[in-house]
Every structure is written in structure tokens, then in C-alpha cells.
């Protein structure tokens, strides 16, 4: 079985301050991870992933997020937020022997100027 | 590539009516996802399927529901009769080799 938390429904930040949004994850072999965004009336946008190697990875409009298998963490961050980065982030975590993938909740990200 | 096309993407019918969604997924993509997002209940997988056979439909509400993929790029979603609780965005994704998935526009329904 595989399931994937955001423990924050939402997220709050000043423009130009680091952001995290917060995902654990729980699979039975080696996790698949990702991170998307939704930008209002859009679809899913895919931001990064994870399959293997460093578990630093980076990914588009600057975004990274970190692998951490003791803590079964992948937490998405930015150095420095932006207004336009306000949106709907959604982690999600397939299991190397699994057909789909299994969405968190969503998070929804706030950056005020 | 256009990405994956969805159509159409505003639906208003009336209850009791018949419902197609349509989904052209990205050329060589494998594997089709079909979803649907309220905000009541966030964002649900209905059903997907690799090299155009369904392989889990377990997230299909009720039998009112169904979804065919004819050939690889081209899938749908039917809905028969349509009730106002089956009011949503429903988006259809696509992948290779079920990697990240590419979601297409959305259709929003909205049953009266």
C-alpha cells in the first residue's frame, strides 16, 4: 500500500522569505515521488521529481525538494518566494512496483508582497 | 506537442442527461488517468489505463459511470444519467512508462 500526507492545509509567506511545503510518505519498495502545482482554473502542472540518485532535487521556477528516507519526507522549498508562486501544491508517491500514483491532499501556498 | 486536450471544457446539462467527456492524450504516452476535483473532496482518481486496456477502476463512483479507450489517443468518460453531485472539474492525464503525469486542461461539468 502507499499514501502520501501534506500535514498543512495551508501555507503562509512573505515575498522573498525561504517557503516549505511539507509531504511524508508511506510506501512498501522504493518510493516515486512528485510534486505538482495548480494554478487556479488550471490542471495539474508537474514541478519535480524523484526516482533515484541525490536527494537534493531541483525543478522548475527554482523549486527543490529534499529526499530524506529515514523521515519518508519530501519536502518542496524555495530559497526565496515570489507573489507568483501562489497556488495549489500537490506531493504525490507511486511505489516502484505500483501503476498509479497516490495524491496528497494539496497544500495551498500563500505569498504576500 | 499541444499537451493533452480535453474537450469540452465547459459542460452545463440538466440532470438525467448523458454526459462524454472527451481526452486526446500526448503521443507515446502509455498510460491514461482520469480524475475528477471538487472541493469537498479534493482531487480523486476514477480510473486509468496502460496500452489502452483499464487496469483500476475502483475509483468509479457508481455504475452511472464509464470510461473506454478505443485506441491510444483517444479516451472517454460517460456519465449516464448525469446528478448534480457528479458537478466537478474532471481531468484527464497521461504518462510514459508511469513516470509524472501530464494533465490536460480539465472539463468542467456542471449538472442542474
Known amino acids: 500500500a502507499q499514501s502520501v500526507a501534506q500535514p498543512e492545509d495551508q501555507v503562509n509567506v512573505a515575498e522573498g522569505n525561504p517557503l516549505t511545503v511539507k509531504c511524508t510518505y508511506s510506501v512498501s519498495g522504493n518510493p516515486y515521488l512528485f510534486w505538482y502545482v495548480q494554478y487556479p482554473n488550471r490542471g495539474l502542472q508537474f514541478l519535480l521529481k524523484?526516482?533515484?540518485?541525490?536527494?537534493l532535487v531541483k525543478g522548475s521556477y527554482g523549486f527543490e525538494a529534499e529526499f530524506n528516507k529515514s523521515q519518508t519526507s519530501f519536502h518542496l522549498k524555495k530559497p526565496s518566494a515570489l507573489v507568483s508562486d501562489s497556488a495549489l501544491y500537490f506531493c504525490a508517491v507511486r511505489d516502484t512496483n505500483a501503476g498509479k500514483s497516490t495524491f496528497g491532499d494539496g497544500t495551498t501556498l500563500t505569498v504576500k508582497p | 506537442d499541444a499537451g493533452v486536450i480535453q474537450s469540452p471544457r465547459h459542460e452545463v446539462t440538466e440532470m438525467g442527461q448523458e454526459v462524454t467527456l472527451r481526452c486526446k492524450p500526448i503521443?507515446?504516452?502509455?498510460?491514461l488517468f482520469w480524475y475528477r476535483q471538487t472541493m469537498m473532496r479534493g482531487l480523486e482518481l476514477l480510473i486509468y489505463?496502460?496500452?489502452?486496456?483499464?487496469?483500476?477502476d475502483s475509483g468509479m463512483p457508481e455504475d452511472r459511470f464509464s470510461a473506454k479507450m478505443p485506441n491510444a489517443s483517444f479516451s472517454t468518460l460517460k456519465i449516464q444519467p448525469s446528478e448534480p453531485r457528479d458537478s466537478a472539474v474532471y481531468f484527464c492525464?497521461?504518462?510514459?512508462?508511469?513516470?509524472?503525469?501530464?494533465f490536460g486542461p480539465g472539463t468542467r461539468l456542471t449538472v442542474l
Open positions: 489505463f496502460n496500452n489502452n486496456v483499464p487496469i483500476d
Open positions: 503521443s507515446g504516452h502509455n498510460s
Open positions: 492525464a497521461s504518462s510514459a512508462l508511469l513516470n509524472e503525469q501530464f
Open positions: 524523484y526516482i533515484t540518485g541525490d536527494n
